[in-house]
């Protein structure tokens, strides 16, 4: 077999994982590793949550991407100008031509706020922030150092965004943390949600919306932000109704990297990648693959969701480029932990066909589901550690693999099978 | 799931009252269920958008999101909830006659 070369574009979770397993399976002189990333920064983004309260800090979640990858494999920091899926070639920003054999797209979800009108005008940054990037962590955390009360908005734009449990989380860690500093009774907290409900799942969705009753938090169902006025401290819907803020903590519009662009019919609308659920096989081309927060898949945006697809898609790049079938082996399983505030988090874990159930993860003697927990929180903590040394290295983890687990879940007799495409 | 008479015809509907079969739909049908949420009169835009929402779903197995209705269907956002007051995405599945928009995950 002649030396074949993948290229990946994106060197974030997805990216990285994938590289290091492909690079573990085959020999230098196999298979040539190329990763592209327009950056060196990878972000621990699970610590983004904590750092508008001190409990971290931006710099401390951010590594070298190259220092992730292992050796032998390349890595170019550059943009990407444009991809010929039918020359098989992706050009870089300085002109630089690199074809392939295969292509996996990791490219993840870009934040798009100016898409929301006012959002970024007057008070962005201001007393209008989002904690999904560094940056904007940075300033919340300054904002809310200053904050004496009043009234927080949190809110997220529309979905699809990456984890989607994070807003929730935000605003349970933002009660928390405004009861130690005895500012709770001076201030409003709000969770504004374009959901009919606390979340997306039934079951999930229930349970939350019990735990924002009880810490004293408003949820606000079917609101779709239309307009945002930083100076004036107004939330507008498209409907017309109107929020007031002293705090406005938002999660923007997301889309897939504008580069994707430029290849015909490789993405939808709103720049995801339509890929196959099973496989992870673009619709585009048979040697295009994409993972991650990159696809249009029907599950969660969320690190572990691309780390159960990495270790599919690996498998189905070695098959590909050897001539034989893929493996349709991904369920979209997801699996979250979702920080409540007071040392206590709450697990969930689905896929495609199962909604978040009670019981225990991942067996009988494992974590607690659905139920707030001290032990969570510590699981949620000492993930920071897996995702740098064992989770980008591609090592897989005892007990827990890509498929979701049935045993230690209570599962009605009549839920389970529930299409969700 | 229950069956109800709308329009003359009887149809198999969800507890918010969504069509479970999208090939029972027809006109009459998408148009007495607008007068009954409020849309006295489908205009030429209405039946766009609720076209639009219709083929999709038909071929993809998925209703259409908000926002992406606004990016493909042509009609912006901000005239769609002029079109279908409150919700328009769930409005106008329920007018085509196909299943609540489930949204993303």
Redesign the interface.
Known sequence: MSRKRIVILGGGTGGTMTANRLRRRFDLDEAEIHVVDRDDRHVYQPGLLFVPFGLTEARAIVRARRAQLRDGIVFHEAEIAGIELDREEVVLAGGEVIPYDALVVASGARLQPEETEGLTGPGWNERVFTFYTPEGAEALHAALARFEGGRIVVNLVDMPIKCPVAPLEFAFLADWHLRERGLRSRTELAYVTPLDGAFTKPAASAHLAGLLAEKEIELVTEFNAGEVDGGGGTLTSYDGRALDFDLLVTVPLHGGAPFLGSAPGLTDALGFVPTDKGTLRTAAQPNVFALGDATDLPTSKAGSVTHFQAEILSENIVRFLAGRELEQGFDGHANCFIETGFHKALLIDFNYDTEPLPGRFPGAFGLPLLRESRLNHLGKLAFEWVYWHALLPGHDIPGIGPAMPTRGKEIPVHAGARSTR | MTATLIAHATVDVDAEGFLTDPTQWNEEIAEAIAAENGIPELTDRHWLVVRFMRDRYLA???AP????LG??SGVP??E??ALF???PAKLAAKIGGIRKP????
Request: hydrophobic residues 20%; proline residues 5%.
């Open positions: 993809t197995g998925n999101s908000i926002r992406s990016k493909e956002v901000k769609l909830y007051p409150t919700r489930t949204g993303c995950i």
